[in-house]
């Protein structure tokens, strides 16, 4: 992390004229179409070394606001860092909340007073929280400026806030600090600079009431030059109620991480989870029925548990839980978590890293075609790993074991398209029904001749004895619940040939869900928008509702 930031700010702020001359020479070259590892090579530094990817952007992004260069983006392509980052459409940027209790008991959480619950400082991802003092406003700022140095297009910004159980801390802390946010997206320019005029403008909210600030703060976005396109928050399966899922819509949340962690009660109990499976089924339940997508935590290696009952414990998220997404965390032995003293005492022993191999290469190929992998893994230093697993590369020799054993898994994630053009006339339009609780499910998907993905939208019909979220916008509608276009994220309005994001497929997406709600007798349509996409919806024919986006009389 530290590293990374250096050298963004030695390329930004320590390029001499030599350095920047160079860089107009080298960018010149690539623009012709020369190889960009090989043009840098050719022109070496006075005193020795290389001009890197970095410096090539500072220089683009200053020839580009100094007029000397008109904006192209095949050419910030090729030059731009690490291109996946921004691959599945949207630009991530992740958040931390302040240092707080949390209601949870959990023995396998560890406990640090300068973080959240559940966090490490030296986590990555983490770190940054720690280093702004978890103020959510330069949290995202710096994030979106680092971001926007190396290249990464930032007008799409997907917000997670990570933080022990969200719904426990006070709602005027939760509503300060989703406004500020906003704040942040609101207030930058695309070269990362503070809007000024735009600052003015919002800081004659500051004084006024927090939940107008927070509505005033939402409506600037839909305009904003960062568009937060998704809201997620992390919390536990108890704390889900109807008025909770009010509140959250409030705040703009659009998805929901949930731990899981067992679909047993023996397990759950021993682990002092305090809350049961039927809690869980619930909690989903409701999620679903108000659109929120659905993200579970699942952790195989808990205490009491054997690799055994792992295999039969995953299979059972597969009915009535069906997450949109999962993250697996195999349990990790901390010397500053209460199952430290249970190993201690020999009660406790962790898997070896072969065990949990051979467990995940059994379990990923029978996650369905709906549901995506975000992590098969935590990120958690090594160093503080007891015993146990301390291969962050997991993921990695997993797929290896697959390869090796010939099966594979078709995950969204494993059937993205990311970078690879799409041809249109060859994509096969494919719905996925399956039932979820009380709900049927429809994932409705464009795939390519070689089964990548190339979009997907997630329809919700609601059953007669699907929950009820006592909210009127959803009053009888098909629960629209996301719709994700793949494609590098590309700046509104910039094309490229062939990328799934500006080929209309949303559109086709949403027309087709359409139809299949009308087939099954639903007159109404709802869609969980975030902020910044309402106005994609609102163009399509839907209406704004108190919380959602509608539109009746299909
Ligand atoms: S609910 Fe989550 S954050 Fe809270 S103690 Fe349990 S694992 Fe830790």
């Not at 390029?15 to 070496?44: C, F, M, Q, Y």
């Not at 070269?191 to 000024?196: A, K, R």
């Not at 429809?442 to 997907?456: C, E, R």
């Amino acid at each position: 992390m530290q590293t990374e930031r250096q050298e963004l700010w030695r390329s930004t702020h320590l390029l001499t004229e030599d350095k920047k001359e160079l860089a107009r020479t080298v960018l010149d070259e690539i623009r012709r179409g020369r190889d960009v590892t090989k043009t840098l090579r050719s022109h070496p530094l006075r005193g020795g070394g290389y001009l890197n990817k970095s410096m090539l952007v500072a220089i683009y992004n200053e020839m580009v606001t100094a007029g000397e260069m008109q904006e192209d983006m095949r050419l910030l392509e090729r030059i731009r860092m690490k291109p996946m980052r921004t691959l599945s459409g949207v630009t991530t940027v992740t958040v931390l909340t302040k240092p707080y209790p949390c209601p949870g008991k959990c023995i396998f959480c560890p406990t640090d007073v300068r973080m959240p619950k559940s966090y490490l400082p030296d986590e990555p991802g983490a770190m940054r929280g720690l280093e702004h003092d978890f103020d959510p406003y330069t949290q995202v700022r710096s994030r979106i400026e680092q971001l926007q140095s190396v290249g990464h297009p930032t007008d799409k910004v997907e917000l997670l806030i990570l933080g022990g159980t969200w719904s426990s801390y006070r709602r005027d802390y939760q509503e300060w600090f989703v406004r500020r946010c906003f704040d942040a997206m609101n207030r930058l320019h695309h070269e990362g600079h503070e809007d000024h005029k735009g600052n003015q403008k919002e800081s004659s909210v500051d004084s006024v009431a927090t939940s107008e600030a927070l509505a005033h703060a939402h409506t600037f976005n839909e305009t904003a030059n960062h568009r937060n396109v998704g809201l997620v928050i992390e919390t536990r399966p108890d704390e889900i109620t109807p008025g909770e899922l009010r509140w959250l819509r409030r705040l703009g949340v659009t998805k929901v991480q949930m731990g899981a962690q067992s679909l047993d009660d023996r397990i759950l109990e021993l682990n002092k989870r305090g809350h049961d499976v039927e809690c869980t089924r619930r909690a989903t339940a409701l999620l679903r029925a108000a659109g929120f997508k659905i993200v579970l935590h699942w952790m195989p290696n808990l205490l009491g548990a054997t690799p055994e009952s792992d295999r039969a414990d995953f299979a059972r998220l597969w009915n009535d839980f069906c997450p949109d997404e999962i993250k697996i965390y195999p349990n990790q032995l901390l010397a500053n978590a209460e199952l430290y003293e249970y190993w201690q005492r020999g009660e406790f022993k962790p898997y070896t890293t072969q065990e949990l191999i051979d467990l995940i290469a059994d379990v990923k190929p029978t996650i369905p075609r709906y549901c995506r992998v975000n992590r098969v893994i935590r990120d958690i230093p090594s160093t503080h790993v007891v015993e146990g697993n301390r291969k962050t590369s997991l993921r990695q020799d997993v797929q290896g074991e697959m390869q090796r054993r010939g099966t594979h898994c078709e995950c969204v994630r494993c059937r993205e398209v990311r970078g690879k053009p799409i041809h249109l006339h060859l994509l096969r339009l494919d719905d996925l029904v399956y039932p979820a609780g009380a709900a049927e499910e429809h994932f409705i998907s464009y795939v390519t001749p070689d089964d990548k993905l190339a979009g997907f939208i997630r329809l919700s019909l609601p059953g007669k004895d699907s929950p009820q979220t006592g909210i009127s916008d959803l009053d009888g509608a098909a629960l629209i619940r996301e719709v994700h276009v793949y494609g590098q994220s590309l700046p509104v309005g910039a094309e490229k040939a062939g990328a799934a994001q500006h080929a209309g497929l949303g559109t086709r997406l949403l027309e087709k869900a359409e139809a299949i709600a009308k087939a099954n007798g639903f007159e109404r349509m709802a869609v969980i928008s975030a902020v910044g996409t309402r106005g994609y919806y609102l163009e399509r024919g839907f209406e704004r509702g108190e919380l959602y986006l509608t539109k009746d009389r299909l």
